[in-house]
Every structure is written in C-alpha cells, then in structure tokens.
C-alpha cells in the first residue's frame, strides 16, 4: 500500500476540487440517492446519469484509468451479488440490471467525492455537517496512524514469512495470527497511552476542537443548483 | 459483508441510517459524558489497528480468505459503546477510502457489522466470563462472542437483503448464516487467542479500559432502538415478508423452481438478448468514456 | 502567576524531593531535587532507564509523584494545568507519539486550538513557526506519514513552539536525526531565549548547549555543575553508562 493512495489527486487544480467539503458531501450524496430512486428499467435515466458522470468525470481532471481501476475492483461482488437475485421465483432480468447500474452510478459518485477532497478537508467538512467530533478526531486518527499500523503489520508478515517452510498445520498458524495481533494489540495501546500524554501537554483537556473548513463560495452555490436542478428534472 | 449501494430497499437504509445516526450521536454523547478523556487516542489508534488487523488474512474453504472483523473484541477490551464507535470509524473508512460498501447503504452497515457485532459480543462475553472476568472462562466466553456476533450480523444482513427483494431469503439465510458460521470459528479463536495474549502480557487493559457499562435501563434502551424499526419495517415491507418465508417453510416445493429458471437461463433462445446487453454495455462505456476525455481535454485548455 | 518575591519565583523549575513509582511497581524517580534558573540551559545525561523522560514529564503534570515541583513559582498541585502546559513545551522522543492529525497544520494548530486563541491568530502562529523551524508553507496541509524522520521532528518542534513557552524540555531531540538536519536542529534550539532542559545521549550537543549538565542513573541524581568538568571526569561517565566526547578527549 503506497503512502499517498488516499489523497493522490485530491491536490489537482478543477472546478471539483476547489468546491468546498461540505458542498461536496451533500451534493454527491443527493446525486447517490437520485441514482437509488431511478425505478428498474428507465434506461434513460440511467443514461442521463451516465452522462452526468461522464462529465463531472472529465471536470475532476482525475486519471480515467484510476476511476476504472477502483470500479472494477468492486464490480465483481456486485455483479456476483446481483445474479443471485433472479433465482427468485422467475428470472428478473431488469432488477438485476437496475442494481448493478445503480451500483456503478453510486459508486462513481463516491469515488468523485473522495478523489477530489483531500480527507482532511473532508472530515472538517463532516463536523460541520453535525458529525460528532469524537467520529470526526477518531477518522483523523485512523487517517494518521493507518500507515504506521499497516507497515507494522507488513513487517509481522514478513517477519512470520521468514521464519516459516511450507505451510504449518491450520491450528499453529492461528495460534501465530492470534500472537501477532495480540502484539499489535498491545503496542497500540501503549502508542495510545504516548499519544494521550502528548495532546494532555499541548493542553488537551477532554474538550473536542476542529478547524474550520474552507469558504463557501459562489461556486459551491452553483454546484448544488445544477445537482438539484438535475435530480428533480431527470426523473420519471 | 459489505452492502454496496443499490441492493437495499429505499425504506430498509433510509430506515439503517437514521438507526445508526442515532446510534452514532447516543454513544458519542454518552462518551463525552462520562468517559475518561484517554478514550479518544485509543478509540482513535484502535480504529486503525482494526483497519490494519484486516489485511492479516488466513485461508478458508480453498480458495477464499477471511480475516477478523474485531467487533466483539472491541467491545469487549473498551466497552460497547466505544467499542461501537470505534468499528463505525472504520467502517465509514472502509466506504470512502476503499470503496467498500455504499454511501447510503453505511447504515445499514454500521448496524450490522458494528452495533450488532460490538453490542451482542459484548453482552454474550459479559453473561460468560462473569464481572470481571474470570480467567478460565475468558477464552472459551471470548470464542463464543466473536462465533456469535458474526453469525448474528450475517443474518441481519440477509434479512435485509431478503426484506428488499434483493437476494432471497432462502437463498441469502442459509448462504450468509452458513458460510460465516463457519469462518465465525476464526473470529471466535482470534478474539479468544488475543484474549488470552492479553491477559498473560498486559492483565490490566482486560479490566481497565471498559469503564462505561452497560446498565439495565442501557439495554432496554438499546432494544427498544432494533425493536421498533425492526416492527416497522415488518409492517412495512410486509409483502415481502410472508412469501420468501413461506417458501422457506415450504422448502421441498423451493428447490425444483430456481432450478427450473437455471436451464431457462442458459437456453440458447436466451443468447441473443445477452449479446444485445453486452453491445448496449460496451457501447455504453465507450460513449462515457469518451465524453469524460473531451470534456477533461477542453476542460484543461481553458 | 504569584508576582511576590520570595526566593523559588527566581527559579523556572524547581523540584524538591521528587519521588515517582510507576503503576507496575518499578521505582522511577527517588527524591530528586533540582533547581533550574530563569533563562538556563540544564542537560539532563544518563544512561537509557535513568528516569530522564519520567522527569520532563512531571514538569507539566502529566505524570504527578511526591513531592514538590514548583514551576515559574507555582506549585502544581492544584494549579490550573492548563496554563502550565501553556508555558511548559515538552517535545517527545517518538515524532510519531506527537503528531496525530490528518495534517501538519492541524498538529500545530493542536495547541493553539486548545487555548482557546481566535482563528486569525492560530493561522499567523502556524505561520510564524513553521518559518522557524525551517519548513515551507506548503507542509500545512500535507501529512506527516509522508514527512522524513528529520521533517517531523521539525513539526513536533513547531507544535510545541507555536504556543510560545517560557520552558523548553527536550526529549532525545537529536536521535536518528542525519547530521545536516541535526546541525540545523541545534542551531535553532541555541537561538531560543528560553529557559531549557535537554534529555540526551548526545554529548556533543550537551557540550554546545548546555552550560550545566545533571547526570541522572536509577531515578537519582549522582552530579551536578559545569558541563565542562562533568563530561571531562572520565570516571563519572564511565560509572553512569556514558562516555567522556570526542571533543573533550586530550589527543
């Protein structure tokens, strides 16, 4: 996993990216839930969707390849989910298309969301929306110490690959997970002890403070008409 | 198992959402209540060790891979409600930084794979090991939690599937119920093994950290919040409800159908509509596609 | 802050048979008794597990054992801590242990935010200090996973600076730093006109900053005085696990 895979084009320069947080959330959001209420067999609503993220795609300056990449990653379960719907009691072909198209569609969305918001940005953008702070700092954590936690995890692996011929019987090779995460375990809790020392010296005192995001601008307003204006006019 | 975007019935994660939304503010304000501030950098640096434990995956059943959710060992090492907020983090982690279940559908998987896994594991580990737990008892009440808490999120979430006539039900219960409850036996020895770990190196985060109880008057609120939605789903979606389980009830009469719709689905006459679906989806990618190129390419000149 | 004249408001730090046990048992901290002056700059030497680190943090309460320790004349028990803190920087070993934010700006802001300063004033601090230690504006909004070892350490310096302290205790400042951002690092802290305390096993540094030097081993002080002499006394060192320097060895 490569250190800047989260915000790998979140500093691009589109009419996207200089929309705020909150804009984003919301927008994207009602765009996804626009996308859920399409009724199966619409095909061109679901086209005028397409469309609108073929644009919005092309706004973002994002690299085509990786939006592909990231959908095709999922597409397999949702395509595999989605044929266990027709052995039902007869074969709804247009169901099971309707819910891979909205698959797609949402995902799409999402993926719009976070590549073009550095997550930073996106979490002030969630505590203004009313997220509790603890959710908000604990995301900002989890954002922080992934990495640290996940090269750990790596070094373990590698660690535990070395020392193993073949493969042991299934019981010992629990037993060996059961200890490396018992481990990591452990130095999380005293990395959180460390931790808690350090924001008690900068003055940490229980209380939650959050920076403010970025303006909203003229911009942001304009975004969230043209969503609105797409949603309630693109509907059945 | 991650619900993506589409599945779910518009009632069933509208319905999750505001659940877990509620869910989420209740445990927050509890916890800025009455927890000790150091819960904030553990919350925090245990989120990322859940997100990390998962990539340790182990082999199961040839082929596939399961790795340890950590809901029931959250829950147990922190106490439920922080033991719930902190597998809510990951997983709204999971939705935006990978992808992993949808946007909407965060709901329903915040119930499912956080306040079913944290609030049935802790419970079951309670009434097992004793207050406070007794050292005998921790492996084998820390391997019955985390066996239980997935085989009970696997079936709310085939019910929910079920219930939105996305995958049905005799075909999602037994499957999902099924399959985790036999990778339920990892969960049950990791949460056990890392249990008893624990308790060998550092005695004291066993007993320590799980400073917000449950108390009676909490349980009853905590039931009272999966009971009533739950009803008013079932009233609801009350359509649904009947025929899926009288089939399940009915299961001789259940098995000849999909079969049927199985060579009805392979039969030669069918060829022509699957070609005509796979032009309409490639010719469809390619029209996004390049429209997403013109409008990036003009887009970057001006 | 008590604006009499009795004689402990000269000192910066004063502490008076400081004892401190750890949950587990082990004896920390056994009736240490220091004075460090207004402005003075304390090396505190010794070898790994002399209770160095356990010391700086009683200095802004986040450990509390028994005894006295009076800081800028006030007694910490019962003191509003957070004023304390405010006024005590405790820079931390682990960069890691330090910096928990999303991003840099948020790790410097960490402190600020918590006092309470208006936004205006929390951006034109950020600003302020991350000159200082030498970084680029454009660190603010990247994260410190992505930082070398030497970027953060800067940062963590810059999160404690930021709140403008009147004491500076440093933990192994210069440990695993490469020795162009180890130079810079002494630069910087040299030109502070603060009161200082220096954990370390850099003698070197002790030598170039640290007129006094405190030699610590098992929680007890075992010499005090000028860090000439002190380091020069190859005996000394030598019985506390350290080692006279380089540049105090006759050829």
């Known amino acids: 996993m490569r250190h800047n895979f989260l915000d790998r084009y979140a500093g691009l320069d589109s009419p996207l990216h200089a929309l705020e947080a909150r804009t984003k959330l919301v927008g994207f959001l009602a765009l996804i839930l626009g996308v859920l209420w399409i009724p199966a067999g619409s095909n061109l609503i679901f086209f005028a969707y397409f469309l609108l993220t073929a644009v919005l795609m092309g706004i973002s300056q994002i690299p085509l390849g990786y939006i592909v990449g990231r959908t095709l990653a999922i597409l397999p379960f949702v395509v595999l989910a989605g044929l266990a719907a027709p052995w039902g009691d007869h074969f709804e072909g247009v169901r099971l298309v309707a819910i891979v198209l909205r698959s797609i569609l949402s995902l799409l969305f999402l993926i719009l969301l976070t590549s073009t918001t550095a997550f930073a940005e996106l979490l002030r953008g969630l505590r203004k929306l009313g997220c509790p702070k603890i959710l908000v700092l604990n995301l900002g954590f989890l ?5 640290v936690l996940t090269e750990e995890v790596l070094r373990m692996r590698q660690a535990r690959d070395c020392r193993r011929v073949g493969r042991a019987p299934a019981l010992a090779e629990f037993k060996l997970l059961g200890a490396m995460l018992g481990t990591l375990l452990v130095r999380s809790f005293e990395r959180a002890e460390r931790m808690y020392q350090a924001m008690l010296s900068r003055g940490y005192d229980g209380d939650l403070r959050i920076l403010a995001p970025r303006k909203f601008t003229w911009l942001d307003l304009g975004f969230l008409a043209g969503v609105t204006l797409f949603i309630v006019g693109v509907r059945p | 198992m991650h619900i993506p975007d589409g599945f779910l019935s518009n009632k069933m994660w509208l319905a999750l959402d505001a659940l877990s939304g509620a869910s989420i503010l209740y445990a927050a304000r509890r916890l800025r209540l009455e927890a000790s501030a150091r819960i904030v950098p553990l919350m925090g640096v245990l989120s990322a060790f859940v997100f990390a434990a998962q990539l340790l995956n182990f082999p199961v059943l040839g082929g596939t891979s399961g790795h340890l959710v950590g809901g029931a060992l959250l829950a147990i090492l922190l106490g439920p409600l922080a033991g719930f907020l902190t597998m809510a983090t990951v997983l709204i982690a999971q939705a935006l930084f990978l992808q992993d279940g949808g946007l909407a559908a965060l709901g329903a998987n915040i119930f499912n794979i956080g306040a079913v896994t944290s609030f049935s594991g802790y419970g079951l580990f309670r009434l097992l090991a004793g207050s406070p737990p007794r050292e005998r008892r921790l492996a084998w009440a820390g391997f019955v939690s985390g066996w239980a808490s997935l085989v009970l999120s696997a079936v709310c979430c085939a019910l929910e599937l079920g219930l939105s006539r ?13 399959y985790h409850a036999i990778i339920g036996f990892a969960e049950g020895g990791l949460t056990a093994g890392v249990l008893v770990f624990l308790v060998r190196v550092r005695p004291d985060l066993i007993k320590g950290t799980s400073d917000l109880r449950m108390g009676l008057a909490d349980w009853a609120v905590a039931l009272g919040f999966v009971a009533l939605p739950v009803l008013v789903l079932i009233l609801a979606g009350s359509s649904a409800l009947p025929d899926p389980l009288e089939r399940l009830l009915s299961s001789a009469g259940a098995m000849t159908e999909p079969r049927n719709d199985a060579g009805d689905l392979l ?15 490639v010719v469809g990618t390619a029209l996004v596609y390049l429209v997403a190129r013109l409008v990036q390419g003009r887009s970057r000149k001006s | 802050m008590p604006s009499s004249s009795s004689k402990s408001d000269r000192y ?73 803190r405010r006024h005590v920087g405790l820079v931390f070993q682990d960069p890691d242990d330090q910096l928990f934010c999303p991003t840099v700006l948020e790790d410097v802001a960490f402190g600020p935010l918590n006092m ?27 994260s410190s996973h992505h930082l070398s070892h030497g970027e953060r350490k800067r940062v963590a310096l810059a999160s404690v600076l930021v709140m403008e302290p009147k004491i500076l205790a440093l933990d192994e400042p210069t440990s695993n730093l490469d020795p162009r951002n180890r130079r810079h690092l002494i630069d910087l802290v040299a030109a502070l006109p603060i009161t200082l305390l220096l954990a370390t096993h850099d003698l070197e540094m002790v030598l170039a900053l640290c007129p006094r030097t405190v030699v610590m081993d098992g929680g007890k002080i075992w010499a005090e005085g000028e860090t000439g002499p002190i380091l020069s006394d190859s005996a000394l060192m030598e019985e506390h696990g350290l080692e006279v320097p380089l540049s105090l060895r006759r050829p």
């Open chain 2, 267 to 281: 039969s030669p006459d069918r060829y022509p509509e699957y070609l005509r679906a796979a032009a309409i989806l």
């Open chain 3, 116 to 142: 309470g300063f208006p936004a205006q004033e929390i951006s034109s601090r950020v600003e302020r200090v991350l000159a200082d230690v030498g970084l680029n504006q454009s660190f603010r909004n990247r």
């Open chain 2, 166 to 178: 996305a995958i049905p039900l005799e075909v999602g219960l037994p499957a999902m119920a099924g």
């Open chain 1, 143 to 147: 954002y922080r110490y992934l990495f």
């Open chain 3, 12 to 84: 910066a730090v004063r502490l008076t048979r400081l004892s401190y046990t750890y949950p587990d048992g082990t004896r920390a901290l056994e009736g240490i008794d220091l004075d460090v002056g207004e402005g003075e700059r304390v090396a505190l030497v010794g070898p790994s597990g002399a209770g160095k680190s356990t010391l700086l943090l009683h200095l802004n309460g986040v450990l509390t054992g028994t005894g006295g320790v009076r800081v800028m004349g006030q007694l910490l028990e019962g003191a509003d801590l957070r004023e304390i």
